[in-house]
C-alpha cells in the first residue's frame, strides 16, 4: 500500500465516522444543500441578502392559511438546508401542489421583516 492509497483511506474512514456520528436531520441538510449546489441559478437562503432578486429551492415544511389584513393568504416555511424563508401568496387560499413535503423553486424579491426572510408573491415550480 502506497503513502496515497492510505491517505485515500484515511479520508474514507473519516466520511464514513462523520456520516454515523451525524443526526438524520445533519444528513437531510447536507442533501437539500447539495440539491441548491446542483440546482443551476438557485442561492442558498442563508446567502440571500434583503431585497435582492433570488431563486431559491429547497422543500416545504409547513403551509398555513394566515390572514393579512382581511385578507387571504397562503404562507408555506421553505427549507433548503441552509435556512428557511416564509413565502406568502397574498389573496390565495389554496394553490394546488403546494403542501409539506413538496420540492419547490420559487422565484422573487428577498424582503427582510423583524429578522424573519419573507418572500411574497414569488413565480414558482413544482419540482418531481
Do not use: F, K
Not at 464514513?16 to 440546482?39: F, P
Not at 422573487?108 to 418531481?128: A, V
Request: net charge positive.
Amino acid at each position: 500500500m502506497t503513502s496515497q492509497d492510505a491517505v485515500e483511506a484515511g479520508g474514507r474512514l473519516r466520511r464514513a465516522l462523520r456520516r454515523l456520528g451525524s443526526s438524520q436531520q445533519d444528513l437531510e441538510d447536507r442533501d437539500l444543500q447539495r440539491d441548491v449546489a446542483t440546482t443551476t441559478g438557485c442561492s442558498r437562503v442563508a446567502d440571500a441578502v434583503d431585497r435582492d432578486r433570488v431563486a431559491l429551492t429547497g422543500t416545504l415544511r409547513h403551509v398555513t392559511l394566515r390572514p393579512r389584513s382581511g385578507t387571504p393568504a397562503l404562507e408555506a416555511e421553505l427549507y433548503d438546508g441552509s435556512g428557511s424563508v416564509t413565502i406568502v401568496w397574498l389573496g390565495r387560499r389554496r394553490i394546488a401542489g403546494i403542501q409539506p413535503g413538496a420540492a419547490l423553486v420559487v422565484h422573487g424579491r428577498i424582503s427582510t421583516t423583524g429578522g424573519e426572510q419573507i418572500m411574497y408573491n414569488p413565480r414558482y415550480e413544482l419540482r418531481g
